[in-house]
């Protein structure tokens, strides 16, 4: 969330920033928050004044009672026993105020970098650039990937919805192969880019997700496990940021590079037409996330660091993408600046997303108090960034869309030794 002092010290900008996301009327959002967090100072104010008489009054009290001044004594536990009642009152007014200024800053979103451009749809985003040549399918190998997937017998949504429902979709045979080969080859080239890997739990309590912004943002997109009152993660972003969550970090601890593969569940409420057919929009899927933790001064360098991750896999799947600089309107609510890459999906003739990569400056580490201290001992909130690298379901949709043939479906040159196979056929 916001930090109420950067909002007070830099008010214009954040109004400005928030604009491009199109809240409206940000500026009394933000008056708002002001008025609750100089209330809780006074509120501070007053409690702490009193303690301090109450504490005066009670050495006053011992002095009385050595004095052999009862009475004048009595008289002071009287006025000590009225300031404590009035100092539990003005707690308990803290309490509320914090808490009613907390819920406040959870409904504002982060304010956009300078370079984010404002925008209300995707149709506003800016293409930053596009690699690969887009494939030129024979007309009579130009299957959607729905239909290819039934042609090699390599993914079940039929069995899928018998077993669960819509959106959990059984992987078969080479479909499950190249699922796993698909993984570890992302997982390997993290390694390569010095992320440690990490296996974290697929649930997360209630905490968590406010400390990454998924709660109160994306609840009703998320699976609760009302039994027991966790959620299922929508991505690995989630358990393994929280890992860092009440940390004290030391400026020579950054970066923390993670990465970790996980099943991601999303309820994706909503239309279900034809963009979202297939392995375009599913409840389950499986992602590969990359997460780094860095200090303020270098998080928009990690950023780019991060984007060229992404795009050298691609690269290495031969497949063509582009990156888009995600407008303010379809920014993610915790992101501060947001690549997408998408890669093009040639019997489909679209382009579909399979990664975002984002920094959200201090908007999550202030919720996480994730702090470290730099070179002048000084306590600093950390900067957190993550991307996917890479998501499967629209990988493998590309994949096999723009590498069907008369013989089969060629598998990328890279997979081989993870597939043992070089064509679904």
């Not at 992320?195 to 997700?209: A, F, R």
């Not at 400390?211 to 393994?240: F, H, R, S």
Request: charged letters at 25%; proline letters at 5%; glycine letters at 6%.
């Amino acid at each position: 969330m916001l930090q109420v002092n950067e909002i007070r010290e830099r008010f214009d900008h954040a109004c400005e920033g928030l604009k491009k996301r199109n809240l409206k009327n940000p500026e009394s959002l933000l008056h708002q928050v002001l008025e609750l967090d100089d209330q809780r100072k006074q509120i501070q104010l007053e409690r702490d004044g009193l303690q301090a008489e109450s504490n005066a009054l009670a050495r006053q009290i011992g002095q009385l009672m050595k004095a052999g001044e009862k009475e004048a004594a009595e008289k002071t536990k009287e006025r000590t026993a009225a300031i404590k009642s009035q100092v539990k009152i003005l707690e308990e007014d803290y309490i509320t105020t914090e808490k009613s200024l907390t819920q406040l800053l959870y409904t504002i979103p982060n304010v956009p970098h300078h370079t984010v451009p404002a925008g209300k749809t995707a149709e506003d985003n800016e293409e930053i650039l596009q690699n690969g040549k887009l494939p030129d399918l024979e007309p009579d190998y130009k299957l959607p990937h729905w239909d290819l997937i039934k042609k090699y017998d390599i993914v079940d949504f039929e069995l899928g919805v018998k077993i669960t429902g819509a959106g959990f979709p059984v992987y078969k045979g080479k479909g499950a192969k190249l699922q796993r080969a698909l993984i570890n080859f992302f997982l390997d080239e993290a390694e390569k880019a010095g992320y440690d890997e990490v296996q974290p739990p697929v649930l997360i309590n209630e905490e968590s997700g406010y400390a990454t912004g998924q709660l109160p943002d994306k609840e009703g997109q998320m699976y609760l496990a009302t039994g027991d009152g966790l959620y299922l993660i929508p991505t690995a972003e989630v358990p393994i940021t929280n890992m860092y969550r009440n940390e004290m970090l030391s400026e020579a601890d950054l970066p923390k590079k993670n990465v970790g593969y996980t099943p991601c569940f999303r309820r994706e409420a909503g239309n279900w037409g034809a963009h979202v057919r297939g392995l375009n929009r599913l409840h389950q899927f499986d992602k590969v996330e990359i997460v780094q933790i860095t200090h303020p001064d270098h998080s928009y360098q990690t950023l780019e660091a991060m984007s060229l991750h992404v795009q050298g896999l691609l690269q290495k799947l031969e497949l063509p993408y582009r990156v888009l600089r995600l407008c303010g309107g379809d920014m993610g609510f915790t992101a501060a600046l947001t690549y997408d890459m998408e890669v093009f999906s040639a019997a489909q003739e679209r382009w579909l997303e399979v990664s975002s990569v984002s920094n959200f400056e201090t908007y999550q580490s202030n919720r996480l108090k994730l702090r470290f201290k730099n070179e002048n001992k000084k306590t600093v909130l950390a900067h957190t960034l993550n991307g996917s690298a890479l998501a499967l379901p629209r990988i493998v949709a590309a994949l096999l869309e723009n590498n069907q043939s008369k013989k089969g479906i060629k598998m990328p040159e890279v997979l081989v030794p993870y597939l043992g196979f070089e064509w679904i056929s």
